[in-house]
Structure formats: C-alpha cells, structure tokens
Nanobody, 122 residues
Framework: QVQLVESGGGLVQAGRSLRLSCAAS????????MGWVRQAPGKEREFVAA????????YYADSVKGRFTISRDDAKRTVALQMNSLKPDDTAVYYC???????????????WGQGTQVTVSS
C-alpha cells in the first residue's frame, strides 16, 4: 500500500511554470508506475502523464506533450510534474496516483492523493 500527498499548486499567469510534487509513503514505491490526472470544474477526469518504475517509459497526454515533464526520485520517494508554458485550459485539480500496472493507472485505477489546485490566468 502507498499513500500520496500532492503539493505545489497555485495561481500563475499563462506562459509561466509550476512544479507539482507528490510525496509517497508506505512500503512499496520503487516498482510502481506513478502518474498524474487532472479534473477541471464540470469536466471529467483526464489523464496527464505517467512514468514507469524504472524510468524506461514515460507517457503524456497529447494536450501536455512538450510542455509537461514527469520525473521520479525513488530515494526521496517523490514524483514531480514540471509544467511549463501553462495555459488557462490547464486549470484543474491535479492528482498523483500509483499502480503496479501502467495501463491500469492510465484509466484511473490505483491509489490517488487528495489533489492540488492549479489555476492559470490569461
């Protein structure tokens, strides 16, 4: 079992950057795929990015590819989402998740944190 807590959200102007962090606790972490989803008000949850346990593969939604970068530090038990060139459409609550199966995480299964708010103004 793993527990996740997100941080780093805030209010920024379009074109600027934010870095979200996710702190994990629990016995298992190294072999988990870690990822992020987001949910904007009145909209369904959207997959954002994921990274495999050994950093061999990363996965990004087309809407964020080239702007967002996911990374992990297993020694610190953290995963981060560097968000550059932010757009108003990126406004959402961002959730960090973990699953042993990458494909399952991408469809929303797994363990998820409480979320952190990101608001991008135009």
């Amino acid at each position: 079992q793993v527990q996740l807590v997100e941080s780093g959200g805030g209010l920024v102007q379009a074109g600027r950057s934010l870095r979200l962090s996710c702190a994990a606790s629990g016995r298992a972490f190294t072999r988990y795929t870690m990822g992020w989803v987001r949910q904007a008000p009145g909209k369904e949850r959207e997959f954002v990015a994921a990274i495999s346990w050994n950093n061999i593969n990363t996965y990004y939604a087309d809407s964020v590819k080239g702007r967002f970068t996911i990374s992990r530090d297993d020694a610190k038990r953290t995963v981060a989402l560097q968000m550059n060139s932010l757009k108003p459409d990126d406004t959402a609550v961002y959730y960090c998740g973990a699953h042993l199966d990458t494909s399952k995480l991408q469809i929303g299964e797994g363990t998820w944190g409480q979320g952190t708010q990101v608001t991008v103004s135009s």
